[in-house]
Structure formats: C-alpha cells, structure tokens
C-alpha cells in the first residue's frame, strides 16, 4: 500500500523505481525509502544523541528553550505545539535545527535563517546532529530530483531552489502516553507538513499513522535505515495538486519513542504557487504555519 522504494534505483531512474514513487506521491502521499547514504549506524548515533538530551538535565534543555526567541531554535517543552487547532497541544518535546546563513546574506536575518542554540550536554551533540542534517538534505535534495523525474517533471527544476534551504532537522521525543490523555491530546495530532518533503527517521517503535483516502488510519513503521517520507504543503501547491499532502498523527502509547523529520524546504523567495496562479512565496507560507502552531510564537501568548 505504501511504496518501498530503493534509493539507488531511483537515482538510476529504474522503471519499477520510478513508477513507484510516482504512486507514492500522488496517490498516497507517503513512501518508504531504503538504500541511502544514510546507513542504519549513523541514524543510531543521531537518536541516541537526542535521547541522551531529551532524558538528560532539565537546566540543559532550558538553557536552549525556544521560547524565549522569535524563532523556532532549540527545545521546546511538551505542549510547545498545536498542530491542529481541534487538537490540545501536542504533548511531545522537540529540538529545532535549523540552516544558518553567513552574516552578509541579505536573508541572513530573517527567523526561518535563525543561530542554533545548542546544549552543552551531551558531549559531541553539535558534530553528530549537523553531521546527520548535512546527509539529510543531500538525500533529499536528490529524492526530490527522482521524484520530479517520476511524475514526469523537469528533474533539473529543483536543482537552484534549494541553495539556501529553509530546512529543519527535528529531534521529536514522545514519552509513553500520559495517563491524563484523552480524545483530544496526542503525540503529535493531525496534521499535513508544512513544507516540500520530509525525510523521517524513526527509532523502529510503531505509533505513526497515516490517514488514507477513505479517511481510514493506516500505521507505518520504519527500522533505523529505513525513511518514512512524505509530501508537505508546499510541493502540494507547487506541483498544482499533483503531489499530496497527507495528513498523519502520533496517538502513542506504553512504549517511549524517538523520531528525526527533516523538514525540506526551498529557499525563502522561491515562488511555490501553482502553475499560472500568482506568487506564493515559500517563505511567507513556513512562517505563517510556524505562527499558528509554535505556542510562543502565536499573537498574544
Ligand atoms: O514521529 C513521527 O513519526 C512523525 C512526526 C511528524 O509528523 C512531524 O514531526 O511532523
Ligand atoms: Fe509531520
């Protein structure tokens, strides 16, 4: 039901490989991704460095809490965010990364661009997460190219749009469901991402959902090596509907879990609107979305 999808066949531009993804993204909206740069070791390291920070020190974790900046950079707490305004904030804690530009850039400012914070503890946090995110986005600047191919787009398109990505490594620590919970309070609660696609990592605990066209939920899992991806607003906008969005939830449950999305995203000016229709800046579309789902960021909190 969710296409799995081989990496290096993709990047040879494999029939069977193309013709997969080519469902995947525009009848599913999810895809499993295996055979990458990334291989099972090196996500290991990266969720272990997130849960030695995550259990580790509370003073550790607010010394980098986001909530003090005009930016989504650093920890932030359970309840942090409200993906879903039908939904309580979602009891889940994160740590934001982000890309940094040189001092000159004239987007160099903007809050999308914002400095990391990054916690003294654990030793080597910094060079593995960054180590990681550089794969990352090498990874999925080259799934996004196969996917272009596979829907019969200009595989080159995307090549100049993402030099200055606003992309977002997360860290997303779910501990076992509280025992206050109830219908209305989530993991993380229903929602479609923000951006052009997301390469999640998860620790190999169950608990993703994803919801189907008949409105049905589906589970999906993924071991360390193997990627769950799927499509955000903006690829959905950008390929006039071609490409899906697809809504997917955390409930949790007994057991804890650990998972790593990068949010991939083009460059602040890049025009996402769908053929013919007028501009829609990327940028103004991610930090609309981070505005109405950051609680510190929200007007009047
Ligand atoms: O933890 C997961 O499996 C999904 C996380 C997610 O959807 C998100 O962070 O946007
Ligand atoms: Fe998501």
């Not at 589906?218 to 607003?233: R, Y």
């Not at 057991?255 to 996402?272: G, H, K, W």
Request: negative net charge; glycine residues 8%.
């Amino acid at each position: 039901m969710i296409p799995h999808i081989d990496a290096k066949a993709l990047s040879a531009r494999a029939p069977e490989a193309l013709s997969a993804t080519r469902h995947g993204a525009e009848e599913v909206g999810f895809l499993t991704l295996h055979n990458t740069a990334l291989d099972a070791e090196q996500v290991h390291a990266a969720l272990d460095a997130y849960r030695a920070f995550f259990k580790g020190d509370a003073a550790n974790k607010q010394a980098v809490n986001m909530d003090v900046t005009g930016s989504n950079r650093g920890w932030g707490g359970a309840g942090s965010e409200q993906v879903d305004p039908q939904a309580n904030p979602d009891y889940k804690e994160v740590f934001d990364c982000g890309v940094e530009l040189p001092a000159d850039d004239p987007f160099a400012r903007l809050p999308v661009y914002a400095p990391n914070q990054w916690p003294r503890e654990p030793a080597g946090f910094q060079t593995t997460i960054e180590t990681y995110f550089a794969q990352a986005r090498a990874i999925s600047l080259k799934l996004l190219q196969g996917i272009s191919a596979a829907i019969g787009a200009d595989p080159t398109f995307f090549a100049d749009k993402f030099t200055k990505p606003m992309a977002l490594l997360r860290g997303n620590y779910y501990p076992e469901r509280p025992a206050w919970a109830g219908d209305r309070d989530f993991g993380i609660a229903a929602h479609t991402d923000y951006g052009c696609l997301t390469l999640l990592a998860t620790d190999g605990q169950p608990g993703l959902e994803v919801q189907l066209r008949d409105g049905t939920w589906a589970p999906v899992q993924a071991d360390p090596g193997t990627f769950i991806i799927n499509f955000g607003e903006m690829l959905e906008m950008w390929t006039g509907g071609q490409v899906r969005a697809t809504p997917h939830r955390v409930i949790g449950g007994a057991q804890e879990r650990l998972s790593i999305p990068l949010f991939f995203n083009p460059a602040f000016d890049t025009n996402v609107a769908p053929p013919e229709a007028p501009p829609i800046e990327a940028g103004e579309h991610l930090s609309r979305r981070y505005m109405e789902t950051y609680s510190h960021l929200q007007d009047g909190s």
